[in-house]
């Protein structure tokens, strides 16, 4: 039975690559993932066999710093930030300034102060401990967080062995809610054996499948500008599920160390939700897209930022917003072009369903209408064409952003400007230029 599945494997073209992909790719994880288990566990046994501020917050902070890269440097910079809050305790402005140093450090990483293999190391876990930080110091100015962490309590947060090396960001209220020490059970392990098996689906998907998608497994030839989207597709798919591979990670990670749960009533469930997958490959608007890649990076983002910056208007806003999430992300020239393209489409999109759903009033929104809503065409056929055909622009847009994240070219020459220049230029700039027929139909109408 071996020889016959080895054999037929041989026949099908790029088969035995695939499958030897497959084994590089679980080799090459394995010793990260035994560790990331390892430490959430450890850390969630220290946590929540003493309180946070407790003898057991130092040792599950260590363990939390150990799980890092470079747990030096992260050790460093979470001094650092504690230091900016508690000598702003008295003051109304903590997350005003604490946001400003945390910029400047960040910085100071992406311009190469600190050793570049270093900092990209570190960079994921850096953006985890900053948006922490900054959500607290937040909290306490608007009084969401009634008492004043410790020092011990603020570091044991912000390295929470959970979360401190794939995310996902949880706010203060959150930890201290899940330092009660909820009871492993069936379904505690039932969410963290589904998380880890779709974080690896995803990750073969991502490294094995995606980047030989078309001819290999979907027969579809071309050259010239076919050949050029059909590429830009696959790279796009294979970005996705490397997203998708991370949210579904950092949710075992989190569960595994005792959080990412909701209470109702007395019913306790184990639901944390990183990522829709299915809101992004298949999408309503790109509006959906972006709340949908990474949702508690989202609520961050609304609340802490968007929320902040509204009375500078809502355009404004949203481009303080998507500036905030590139400067978390690193100073990348095509991860700031993609961020801001974002932006300027995400908001062309919602303005212009809103002016249509008006006009025709219709459940045309860029997001789902309430049940109860007030628009009387709900159900025609031209509501569910005309949403379908925005499906299908979103899945356009998402393409031609992610043609950038390439796996195949060299990591000098993405953050390169040319690279993203040359890169657009290849697809005719088509995603821009939609943008802004659209923004001049927008105002036309």
């Given amino acids: 039975?071996?020889?016959?599945?080895?054999?037929?494997?041989?026949?099908?073209?790029?088969?035995p690559a695939v499958w030897s992909c497959v084994g590089l790719t679980a080799r090459g994880c394995h010793g990260v993932l035994w560790a990331a288990g390892v430490f959430a566990v450890f850390g969630r046994g220290l946590h929540f066999t003493h309180s946070a501020a407790g003898p057991?917050?130092?040792v599950a902070t260590t363990a939390g710093l150990l799980a890092v890269p470079d747990c030096l440097?992260?050790?460093?910079?979470?001094?650092?930030?504690?230091?900016?809050?508690?000598?702003?305790?008295?003051?109304?402005?903590?997350?005003?300034?604490?946001?400003?140093?945390?910029?400047?450090?960040?910085?100071?990483?992406?311009?190469?102060?600190?050793?570049?293999?270093?900092?990209?190391?570190m960079r994921g876990s850096q953006m985890?401990?900053?948006?922490?930080?900054?959500?607290?110091?937040?909290?306490?100015?608007?009084?969401?967080?009634?008492?004043?962490?410790?020092?011990?309590?603020?570091?044991?947060?912000?390295?929470?062995?959970?979360?401190?090396?794939?995310?996902?960001?949880?706010?203060?209220?959150?930890?201290?809610?899940?330092?009660?020490?909820?009871?492993?059970?069936?379904?505690?392990?039932?969410?963290?054996?589904?998380?880890?098996?779709?974080?690896?689906?995803?990750?073969?998907?991502?490294?094995?499948?995606?980047?030989?998608?078309f001819p290999y497994f979907i027969p579809i030839y071309g050259d010239g500008v076919p050949r050029r989207w059909l590429h830009a597709y696959e790279t796009a798919v294979s970005f996705h599920f490397s997203n998708y591979f991370v949210s579904y990670l950092s949710e075992t990670t989190i569960v595994m160390a005792g959080a990412g749960f909701s209470e109702h009533k007395d019913h306790l469930k184990w639901d944390i939700t990183v990522a829709k997958p299915l809101n992004i490959e298949l999408p309503r608007s790109m509006v959906e897209v972006v709340t949908s890649w990474n949702l508690p990076?989202?609520?961050?983002?609304?609340?802490?930022?968007?929320?902040?910056?509204?009375?500078?208007?809502?355009?404004?806003?949203?481009?303080?917003?998507?500036?905030?999430?590139?400067?978390?992300?690193g100073l990348s020239f095509h991860l700031g072009a993609v961020l801001l393209s974002l932006g300027f489409i995400t908001y062309v999109e919602h303005v212009l369903r809103k002016r249509l759903a008006t006009i025709f009033n219709a459940c045309i929104l860029s997001k789902?209408?309430?049940?109860?809503?007030?628009?009387?065409?709900?159900?025609?056929?031209?509501?569910?064409?005309?949403?379908?055909?925005?499906?299908?622009?979103?899945?356009?847009?998402?393409?031609?952003?992610?043609?950038?994240?390439?796996?195949?070219a060299e990591d000098?020459?993405?953050?390169?400007?040319?690279?993203?220049?040359?890169?657009?230029?290849?697809?005719?700039?088509?995603?821009?230029?939609?943008?802004?027929?659209?923004w001049v139909f927008y105002w036309l109408i």
Avoid at 1 to 15: D, T
């Fill in 1 to 15: 039975m071996h020889n016959y599945h080895g054999n037929k494997c041989q026949s099908i073209p790029h088969c």
């Fill in 56 to 58: 057991g917050a130092g």
């Fill in 73 to 121: 440097q992260t050790g460093y910079s979470s001094s650092c930030e504690a230091a900016e809050l508690f000598s702003r305790r008295p003051s109304s402005s903590r997350g005003v300034f604490l946001s400003l140093t945390i910029l400047i450090y960040m910085l100071l990483g992406e311009l190469h102060i600190i050793d570049p293999e270093i900092w990209h190391k």
């Fill in 128 to 213: 985890v401990v900053a948006m922490k930080a900054i959500s607290l110091a937040f909290d306490l100015d608007r009084g969401a967080v009634s008492s004043f962490p410790t020092i011990l309590e603020f570091l044991s947060y912000v390295c929470f062995v959970g979360t401190v090396i794939f995310g996902p960001w949880i706010s203060f209220t959150n930890y201290r809610d899940a330092l009660d020490g909820r009871k492993m059970s069936v379904a505690w392990f039932g969410k963290v054996a589904l998380s880890f098996v779709k974080s690896q689906v995803c990750l073969v998907i991502s490294t094995c499948v995606a980047p030989y998608l």
């Fill in 297 to 329: 990076m989202s609520r961050w983002l609304n609340k802490y930022v968007f929320k902040s910056a509204l009375k500078l208007g809502t355009f404004p806003a949203i481009l303080v917003t998507y500036t905030a999430s590139a400067l978390l992300h």
């Fill in 368 to 408: 789902r209408c309430p049940s109860d809503c007030r628009h009387q065409n709900k159900k025609a056929v031209w509501v569910y064409g005309t949403n379908l055909f925005f499906s299908a622009l979103s899945i356009f847009h998402l393409i031609y952003l992610g043609s950038l994240f390439d796996l195949d």
């Fill in 412 to 438: 000098e020459k993405v953050y390169m400007a040319s690279y993203t220049i040359q890169k657009w230029s290849e697809l005719n700039w088509a995603s821009h230029w939609v943008m802004l027929g659209s």
